[in-house]
Structure formats: C-alpha cells, structure tokens
C-alpha cells in the first residue's frame, strides 16, 4: 500500500484491495501450479497462442522470468552493476500449463500419504512444438528446463519453484525462429497435433528426419548442418521412398527431383533439384571422410558460390523453410516434412510418391 500510493498517509480505496487479496488467499480452497518450459531462440508478435490440452506459448510474468534465470533457462547479462539484469526478447516466450490442486489440513481430510504434484509433464510436448516451430517458421528455437512454481497471482506467494535441471543446448540468436502470421499459427497447431499421432511416432523415417531436420536447425557450423540435412534426406527420399540399393546421394536426389521438379515456392525448373541434391552429397561426404570437395559448388538456382552456408541454406529449403524466407512466405515452404507427416498418419507404411 505504501508503494503504490508514495507515502505512508492511509488510502482506504488502495488498503481495500490489498486486504481482499489477503481474504481471498486466506479463504481459498485451492493453489494454482504452474508448470512451464522457456524456449530460447523464438519471438512471436501474438500476445499469446494456445494448443490443445489447455496449453498456452505466451511470453513469461516477470516471476517466471526471474525463476527462468535462477535455473539456467535463459541466458542473461549482467549490466549496470549486480540488480540489473537483461534478457533478450528472443528468450522470454515458454510453453506453459496450469493446474488447480485442493488446498487439505491435517482436520479437515489430509490424505495420510499426500502425492505431489506430477511434474514435468511438459517435456515431450514442448519437444513437439519445438519440431512444429522449426518445420513451419525454421531458425534454431530451443526449449529448455521445465520449471514448476505457483500462480503469481495467489496469495501468499511463495519465492521460488522446482525444477527439472536436463542438459540444454544453445540457440542460435543470429537465426531466431518468428511465429508472425495467423497461417504459421493454424500450421504450427496442426503439425504439433499430427506429431502426436501414434502413427506418426511410429514411423521410424520419419522420427529420424524430424530428429535431423531439428538437430540441422540446432548446429552452429555450416558443415554439421549439411551433415544432418543429408540425413534427414536420405530418411525422407530413400527410406520414405522404399529405395534399395547400396548408392545414396543419386537416388536422394532422383526422388527430390521427381517430388519438387518446378516447385512454386523454389523457383525452381525441371532438372534443378536432382543436381544440386546429388551434389550437396558429396560435399557431406567429403566432410565426413575430411577430404577436400572436388566440385564447384552451386546453389540450387545454379550459381556459383563458395560460401557453404549459401548451399545449406538452399538445401534446407529442400527439406523445408528457409531461414532467410521464413517471415515472408507461408507455411507452405515447409511442405515436404508436413506433408509426409500428415500421410505418416492417414496412411502408415505408405511410401512417398511422386506428384
């Protein structure tokens, strides 16, 4: 009260409403737990966007944010002298969920074994909306430790939480994954419910694209993106396409080519893709055995690069949304993962097929 009216004269308007807020904690027949997942590396210009089960990806209260920094969830720097603290917009939005729980005393039916509350249950699903994000938006969002602590607006507050303490790894701030439409929003929803799909968990090349496709997203040299991103091709275009044989990188790229050939959103022409694919092969060969490439290297529209970034880039808009693309076009760039993953489910075991 003293706070907020400046001075130490009494307000009754201001004492009313602290000291309701005291009855109603002091009267309440429940606590509200929150549990929830930062993700680091994503931004979004929503105020909120919700997903199934009562899920909700909002940015962070302030709480939640100081909790966040105490585990390590979040990066943070020190700036101005030890109170002051700074995190980046691109740090501060988690995946989280609430659950209410009967407040019990030893008169009045405490249960001889109280169970406590069942945490994490966030893991698997924000490793979901980790993978839509990356498919539908691409970039390097991350999410990190679950954390667990009660509703900033109950009283009494208690300072602190639980929470789970994984290994972590680190986005890349230079590549933040955006979520700015409506489409990537009804694209994000309908890929993390599809990835839920026994079907789809199922699906063993699938899992293994996705994993790839995630991992790629993740790597900050040019050289272990193209590593996974192979990977994730081989998965989607030999195994996905019941290929057999001993060579890879041609019938990857025999099968891109027959999928993609004079794709709208790749600009590409007939007889554009199956080269490239085959090409970005060697070079991930040559990077796996530590040999020098022994080919030009050329971006997907045909020119010359020697900037291997340029070509991973390019691959990843084979596999799915390009970085440099990705708050500009639709979630249409990245149709080859959902598109499989949507036939994964309404169709297990079937074998991709030409167009």
């Not at 993700?39 to 199934?52: A, D, I, K």
């Not at 995946?95 to 249960?111: D, N, R, W």
């Not at 796996?288 to 050329?298: A, E, L």
Request: aromatic share 6%; glycine share 6%; with cysteine.
């Amino acid at each position: 009260m003293i706070i907020a009216t400046r001075s130490y004269q009494f307000d009754a308007a201001e004492f009313d409403l602290h000291y309701s807020r005291l009855e109603a904690g002091l009267l309440a027949d429940v606590i509200r737990l929150v549990e929830f997942v930062p993700l680091n590396g994503f931004t979004s210009n929503m105020e909120q966007v919700t997903l199934p089960d009562g899920l909700v990806l909002r940015p962070m209260t302030d709480p939640q944010m100081s909790q966040a920094i105490q585990a390590l969830a979040v990066p943070a720097e020190f700036s101005g002298g030890a109170n002051t603290v700074q995190v980046s917009r691109f740090h501060q939005w988690a995946l989280t969920t609430e659950q209410a729980y009967p407040i019990h005393s030893y008169k009045l039916g405490m249960p001889e074994r109280p169970q406590a509350p069942n945490f994490p249950v966030l893991e698997e699903p924000a490793r979901r909306l980790v993978t839509a994000l990356r498919i539908i938006c691409g970039g390097s969002v991350i999410a990190t430790r679950p954390i667990h602590a009660q509703h900033d607006n109950d009283f009494p507050p208690i300072v602190g939480g639980s929470a789970a303490l994984p290994d972590i790894g680190a986005a890349g701030i230079t590549r933040p994954t955006l979520l700015l439409t409506d489409d990537h929003v009804d694209a994000v929803r309908e890929v993390y419910e599809l990835l839920a799909s026994p079907a789809a968990q199922q699906d063993r090349a699938l899992q293994t694209a996705l994993r790839r496709f995630v991992f790629a997203g993740s790597r900050s040299l040019p050289e272990d993106r193209l590593i996974d991103l192979n990977i994730c091709a081989e998965a989607l275009f030999i195994k996905r396409g019941n290929l057999k044989g001993k060579g890879k990188g041609s019938p990857a790229a025999a099968m891109a080519e027959q999928l993609l050939a004079s794709d709208p959103i790749l600009g590409v022409m007939p007889g554009d893709v199956e080269p490239f694919i085959r090409a970005a092969y060697q070079l991930r060969n040559a990077e796996i055995h530590g040999d020098h490439p022994t080919t030009t290297m050329k971006l997907l529209n045909g020119a010359t690069t020697d900037k291997l970034t340029l070509i991973v880039e390019d691959v990843a808009r084979v596999m799915g949304p390009s970085d440099s693309t990705r708050a500009h076009r639709s979630h249409t760039s990245g149709k080859r993962l959902i598109s499989l993953t949507r036939r994964a489910c309404h169709d297990p075991g079937r074998s991709v097929s030409p167009r």
